[in-house]
Structures are given as structure tokens and as C-alpha cells.
């Protein structure tokens, strides 16, 4: 096999098993925010009960990101040198404040919320969660940054070794024209991601005992931000897409199957099946128009289709089409769960809807999946190039040898199948074990002793906390 | 449940504020100081 076609498998590989772990921790950073501030407002133990389930969760989660990700580093120089040399001086600053947001905010105040509670106080401990979940959106700030510019390369210059190199402001760099809806896009997909991988927990533990006062709580949480944040994922995907046809229209032609140009208007492919080699999509089931009106607004918008491009400049469609519609399939489940748990609210039945929480546990892992094929598609729908327009994958990788790659991908996956099983399980452990309903209730509340009174005592089992 | 996070006893014996922050100082300085650890033994190995 060729071995570029190896390096690239070997990246994508390694950058989708990563990124599992930053969309999940992303999003609990965040949940762990909220809890503790409910917590400290409102003084229910429930609150701090959840607070330290998933607390060790997300510990063990950073911690498998963190190593997972360190393998991509060594990738960029061992597979991609020339790609290294070239955009380093563009990408490597910006990858840097990356790692120092994770030292200085992210690992530095997560050893707080881990082990300092006895000693900081409430509020300090308060503030270090404030800055982890800071500080990993900041961290994603900066790698969506790096990501969006070899998505759309902006306020750039070539010096005379032929490397990027910014050209005066950074800022055009840093808020290149894609970076603001993939930074909304993703930050949203972690949070949903978290929401149903928290809401398939509850309702996984619901399913063995429906009066568990934190898997009700959690519960509720989880299927209010399904119920809120998937429409609004579905309109910033759009967005996204719109920005997307303006910059990259060979990737969006890819995506929808539109290997012909459509003066009169677009159809929306439904499915079908996309061949490369004949530049044609086979068996496609679609509806007239529904193409541009999506992406256009105007059901008779004229709109381009691959063959407009050279041949070696079109991304592999079939990948990105399929991978496409594997995240909008998702989101659409998505959204439907959302629905379905605010039906059995509207009628009180939510933690009494067997259905609902059968459908819950099997939308649990549906986020991870989505923000995979979602990267997938971007990814792939970049092609042939790394940064866009600019420099050619072809161009960017080092002297490679195709055994040499062929043996290092397969001890990649029998490495991180190994490791990262053993962490995947262990989390799931964690996971299969219920929140404990009779914790005590934190201290400071201030309408009773320190310590003494039991949870359920002004937790009522069937009360619906967050509804 | 166990394991750490928010835990009773701390909020009722919460100390001076001066003490509070300087073990969030520590405790804060421990923890990057661990990773650095960490990253400075990759560095060296890979320098080897």
C-alpha cells in the first residue's frame, strides 16, 4: 500500500481514538462547573454526590487524553515533516498556548478539584473548577484555531524557504473565516456528547432503580440539554455548512453527492452510492431542489458539482458523503430523543418511561460516534490538501517507508486497544456503579447541623430536583 | 460513594483565607510541577 496513504491512516487513526477523550472532558468540565454551582447555591448534597462521581470519571478521562495525544505530536515530525516545516511557524505557537493552557489551567488546578478540598475551602475549590472547565475551552480554542487555518488559511505570507509565515496581525491567523463556526460547532458537539454519555448513565441505573435520586437528577439534566442543545447544534452545523460551500465547495459537493453542476437548482441526495473513478453517484435517491434550498436558501439556485474541478483536486467522496450522513443521522436521533424526553416530562413520566431510557442508553455512545464522522468528514473533505489551497498532502509528508508505517499503525492499535481498553473499561466500571442515594449531605448548609442530616431527609427519593 | 471532591468536614473547617490560598498555591504549583516532571523525562529520552 502506499505509504502516504499509510501515514494518513496512521494520523486519522490516532486523532480519532484521541479526540474521543477531549470531547468528553470538554463537556464534563463544564457539567462539573454546574453541579458544583448548584451545589454551593442551593446546598443539596445530591448536587455534591454527582459532583464526585463524575469527578474521578473526568480525572481518568483528561488523563487518557493527555497520552493519547502526546503520539500525534511525534507524528508531525516522524510522518509529516515537510508539513512541520512549512506551517511551523504558523501552527507551532498556536499549538503551543495549547499545551500551556492544559499545564497552567487545565492539569495545574485539576490537582484542586482532586485533592484540595479539605484544604482550600468550598469557594477556592469552586474557582479551581471554574478554571479547569476555562480552561478547556480555551485549550479548544486553540486547536480549532490551528485546525480552522489549515481549513482556510488567512493572514499568511511565504518567506523565502517557502514557509508560512504570518504576515504582520496574527489575529487573521488566529480568526481565520472558518474559525468562529467550528469553534461553536465543536464546543456544542462536546457538550450534547456529554449529554447523552451522562443521560445513557442515568438512564441506564433508572432502568435498575427508578427512585435513585442522582440518576434522576442526572437524568433530567442530561435530556434538558439534548432537548435544548440539539436543535441548536443542527443550526450551527448549518452554518458551519454554509461557510463551508463559501470557502470549500468541493468538500460540500462531496458531502451531498454533487458530482454534476445544477444550474437550475440542487437536489438533496438522500443516499446513493458515490464512484470516484465515474465521477458519478449511483443509485441516488434524492429530492429536486432540496439541495439549494438548503444550502442557498433558493430552491432554483445554480450551484457547481465536482466535476467542475480537476480531477486531482476533489476529495474522496464516497468517505466523506457516508461519514456525512452519519453525523446528520446522529443529530437527528439526537434531536428526536430530546423530544421524546420532553413528551414524557410534559406528562410527568419521565423517570417512570422504560422506553425513553432503553433509548437513552443506546444514544449514550451516539455523541462519540458523531464527532467522529464529523471529523472524518471535514478531514477527508479537505483533501488533497493539508492546508487548503496551499500545500498539497502529497507535498507535506516526510521520506516514508511503507513497512516501516505498515508496522507502526499495527503496533498503534494493538498498543491503544490494550491501554485504552483498559481505560475505557475501567470507565465503564465507574460507570455501572450507581450514584450512591444516602450520601451524606454536605455541611454548610445553613438551616441545619454540620454533617448530620442524610440526604434524602430534604431530597425527597421521588422528588424531580432539576425538572 | 467515595473518592475525592466537595466532602463535608471541608466546608465546616474551612481556616484563614491566607492559608486557603496558599495550599491552593501549592497544591496548584504540585500538580504542574508533576507534569512538567513528566514532560521533562520524555524530553530527555528523546534527546537521548
Redesign the interface.
Known sequence: MDAVILARAQFAFTVSFHFIFPSFSIGLASYLFVLEALWLKTGRGVYANLYRYWLKIFAVVFGMGVVSGLVMSYEFGTNWSVFSAKAGPVVGPLMAYEVLTAFFLEAGFLGVMLFGIRKVGKELHFLATCMVALGTLISATWIISVNSWMQTPAGFAINAKGQFVPAGSWLPIIFNPSFPFRLVHTVIASYLTTSLAVGGVAAYHLLRDRTNLGARTMFSMAMWMAAIVAPIQILAGDAHGLNTLEHQPAKVLAMEGDFEPSPTGAPLVLFGLPDDGAARLRYAVEIPHAGSLILKHDPNAPLPGLKDFPKDRRPPSAIVFWSFRIMVGLGVAMLGLGVFSLVARARGRLYDAPWLHRAAVAMGPAGFVAVIAGWVTTEVGRQPYTVYGQLLTAQSHSPLAAPALAASLLAFAVVYFLVFGAGVLYLLRLMSRPPAPHEAEPAHTPDRAAGITPAPAVDPPLASPAA | ?T??????????T??PLWK??A??AA??????L???VVAGI?RLWLHA
Do not use: F, H
Request: glycine content about 18%; aromatic content about 8%; charged content about 10%.
Open positions: 460513594m473518592g475525592a471532591g466537595p466532602e463535608p468536614e471541608a466546608a465546616s474551612p481556616g486557603r490560598i495550599w491552593m497544591i496548584w504549583g504540585a500538580s504542574v508533576a507534569l512538567g520524555l
